[in-house]
């Protein structure tokens, strides 16, 4: 297991940027796949992009592909998210987890963080 922190979020303009962190500790991160998801109020967490460990294959939901970068540092045992041109329903509380496997489903990560709020103004 890993303990995740993600930091990063706050209040933006639509159309402006955002770049999330998640911080993990233990020695195993480079083994994991990594990913972030997000949740908006009344709404079911949902899937927004995942790294594989080694950072060679990435994938994004469709709703942030081409707006959002997904990538890590596995030295520093961090992993990003760059978030350009926000919009509105961006906004969510945004969340980094780990996974034994490469998946999008929230079943496949055992470890999430805390969760930061993103919040894009019109």
């Known amino acids: 297991q890993v303990q995740l922190v993600e930091s990063g979020g706050g209040l933006v303009q639509a159309g402006g940027s955002l770049r999330l962190s998640c911080a993990a500790s233990?020695?195993?991160?480079?083994?994991?796949?990594m990913g972030w998801f997000r949740q908006a109020p009344g709404k079911e967490r949902e899937f927004v992009a995942t790294i594989s460990w080694n950072g060679g294959n990435k994938g994004y939901a469709d709703s942030v592909k081409g707006r959002f970068t997904i990538s890590r540092d596995n030295a520093e045992r961090t992993v990003y998210l760059q978030m350009n041109s926000l919009k509105p329903e961006d906004t969510a509380v945004y969340y980094c987890a780990a996974s034994r496997t490469f998946g999008r489903m929230p079943v496949d990560f055992s470890s999430w963080g805390q969760g930061t709020q993103v919040t894009v103004s019109s």
């Open positions: 233990g020695r195993t991160f480079s083994s994991y796949a």
